[in-house]
């Protein structure tokens, strides 16, 4: 079968750093499934794995967002069967979507919302699981009616398109996006965001003249190194800090006069550990796709890049580690 992988780490300019490939098709074996790929979106874990992770020759396929069709089960499969349409996000210890075929484990997989095509469908599973579990699971923010404030820090890529969807949808909170371009300003309130401040300016005396001194839930979703001084300041006292970035370091004895808590979130953990509550994965992502189908959430797709090959993918990419994405970058059919 046809997939994109690479062979060595390589900057995205280099003609070898995803390559054209041709590798065997696996089986279904207990819980997998065996799903024909008809989409998948590209996520920063993508380059940062592609740049970190040196397979040293052998081939590495990457991918952690898919929408497809189910071609086969493993014989111990109970959640689906052959011929219905899925999408999920995959788990980073298992080679990946950019694959004509690729097995993953069910109970990590959800119905594909029946009023999306596979592109934009393709654009929600890694960005909707992660969104959600930080929201609910880690940070724990009650469901419906309530108050406090949510701040959002980077709110243009694929997660915050989607945080902002969720916490508007599911909560009361006030949600306060950041974003340093006019674009993502404009994206972040299209998406419903109450308010919008700039994080390439102090963020403090922003919401100050929101009228907030500080805010209950802040969900670092990139630079937190950068604006952790500025996280430390306006935190409310015993609130949560929830993050998903990789900062270098940061000093968590900043918060501890505020006895503020932080929270970790990668949504590879279910898979990986093959923890008791895997499935919940298959819940959520059947729970977004009602949402979808009720018209409450929408696909966060802003961009096709054409068929599934190398050369696209190093354009996505490409365009990825440039900082300058919205919303999520697609590719469809091989």
Do not use: C
């Amino acid at each position: 079968m046809r997939a994109v992988g690479y062979t060595r780490s390589l900057p995205v300019e280099d003609p070898d750093a995803l390559l054209d490939l041709t590798v065997e098709r696996a089986e279904p074996q207990g819980r997998d499934l065996l799903v024909e790929i008809r989409a998948v979106s590209v996520n920063p874990i993508d380059t940062k794995v592609r740049k970190r992770a040196d397979p040293k020759g052998t081939p590495k396929i990457l991918g952690y967002d898919a929408a497809g069709v189910v071609a086969a089960v493993g014989s111990n499969a109970r959640l689906f069967q052959p011929g219905d349409a899925v999408f999920y996000a995959g788990s980073i210890a298992r080679s990946g979507t950019n694959a004509e075929f690729h097995l993953v484990d069910e109970r990590i997989v959800g119905r594909k919302p029946k009023t999306l095509g596979f592109a934009a469908a393709a654009a929600l599973p890694l960005t909707s699981i992660t969104a959600w579990e930080m929201l609910f699971d880690r940070l724990r923010i009650p469901r419906g009616a309530g108050d406090g404030t949510l701040l959002l820090i980077g709110s243009g890529g694929g997660v915050g398109s989607i945080a902002i969807q969720l916490a508007r949808r599911l909560t009361g909170l006030k949600v306060i996006a950041t974003a340093s371009r006019p674009a993502t300003q404009d994206w972040a309130r299209e998406l419903g965001a109450h308010a919008v401040i700039d994080h390439s300016r102090p963020m403090a005396p922003q919401l100050a003249d929101l009228g907030h001194r500080f805010v209950d839930y802040i969900f670092g979703i990139n630079g937190t190194d950068q604006h952790y001084d500025a996280i430390a300041e306006v935190i409310a006292p015993q609130g949560k800090l929830g993050l998903i970035d990789d900062p270098e370091a940061f000093d968590v004895k900043k918060l501890k006069p505020k006895s503020a808590s932080i929270h970790w979130e990668s949504m590879f953990t279910r898979a990986v550990f093959q923890t008791p509550d895997m499935e919940e994965q298959h819940r959520l992502l059947d729970a977004v796709a009602g949402m979808v189908e009720l018209g409450e959430l929408r696909t966060t797709m802003t961009d096709t890049l054409g068929r599934i090959n190398a050369s696209n993918l190093r354009h996505a990419h490409a365009l990825i580690e440039g900082g300058r994405t919205r919303g999520k970058l697609v590719l469809e059919g091989f």
